[in-house]
């Protein structure tokens, strides 16, 4: 509606611009015959003068109304390469990540105690299951499904290390996490961020697996990892994703 109003009031200003121009040559030449030549040349140089201001006019007009869509297009196309940037370089890698982490733990936990918690285990192997009475122990395929899992942490590590910049001042990620109705069963550590409570968990599975790690379970069971992590990387994507959509349509509407 907005650019439909800009076009017609410019199609408006050339046309007053004509007329006048049509109603000044035609009252020129009713009167011109009545002049001499050197008033004739006076009216003439007047009236080009006239329409030449008019003709200004409507240029500036036209040309500060250009350069403020430039202007908004430009910046418009700014804000959408930083939320592209987000998703292409950070958040999209991390839920690919986070996915087929999720898949193999999955695989992993069939078969499981209901209580069972791979640091926690991993810290203390020789702990009694309430559900199975029992201590479990580790199959080949356990172990290989935990270093597949493992590997895939490293690869989150690296991309907390060298992208999360790109996060901002994102309030969801960068400020204390306080887990939400149905993840706040577990007791988290506090005064940590989402990412960095990631991160903690990370390094200290891996460390327990490679027993570089052992008892003292109450020090480390807190580093658990953070459920709702995919949750809110796919909440954060979708968000951007609008945000994106929004832009595209704003840039169209400026083209037209």
Same mark, same amino acid.
């Given at each position: ?27 020129? +030449? ?25 003709? =200004? ?42 996915? +087929? ?94 990412? =960095? ?16 790690? =052992?008892?003292?379970? +109450?020090?480390?069971? =807190? ?31 400026? +083209?037209?």
């Amino acid at each position: 509606m907005e650019n439909y109003l800009l076009i017609n009031s410019r199609d408006i200003l050339f046309l007053l611009i004509s007329l006048t121009k049509m109603i000044m040559i035609n009252f020129a +030449n009713s009167i011109i015959l009545s002049f001499s030549a050197e008033v004739n040349a006076a009216i003439i140089a007047c009236i080009g003068s006239v329409i030449a201001a008019f003709i =200004s006019i409507y240029q500036t007009v036209i040309s500060r109304r250009d350069n403020k869509k430039n202007i908004t297009r430009v910046e418009l196309l700014q804000s959408k390469q930083i939320f592209e940037t987000k998703l292409d370089e950070f958040f999209i890698p991390l839920r690919h990540h986070l996915e +087929n982490s999720k898949t193999l733990f999955k695989i992993f936990q069939k078969g499981k105690p209901t209580t069972f918690r791979t640091l926690t285990h991993l810290l203390n192997k020789k702990q009694i299951y309430p559900d199975t009475n029992r201590k479990l122990k580790l199959n080949k395929n356990d172990i290989s499904l935990i270093k597949a899992i493992i590997k895939i942490g490293k690869k989150i590590e690296q991309l907390i290390h060298d992208k999360s910049y790109l996060i901002g001042d994102d309030a969801e990620f960068v400020k204390e996490y306080i887990p939400r109705p149905g993840y706040d069963n577990l007791p988290y550590e506090q005064d940590m961020t989402l990412l =960095s409570l990631l991160a903690s968990h990370l390094v200290t599975i891996r460390m327990a697996f490679n027993d570089d790690l =052992s008892g003292q379970r +109450n020090n480390f069971e =807190s580093f658990v990892f953070p459920n709702e992590i995919n949750v809110r990387v796919n909440e954060k994507i979708i968000e951007l994703e609008t945000k994106i959509s929004s832009i595209e349509a704003q840039i169209l509407k400026l +083209n037209k």
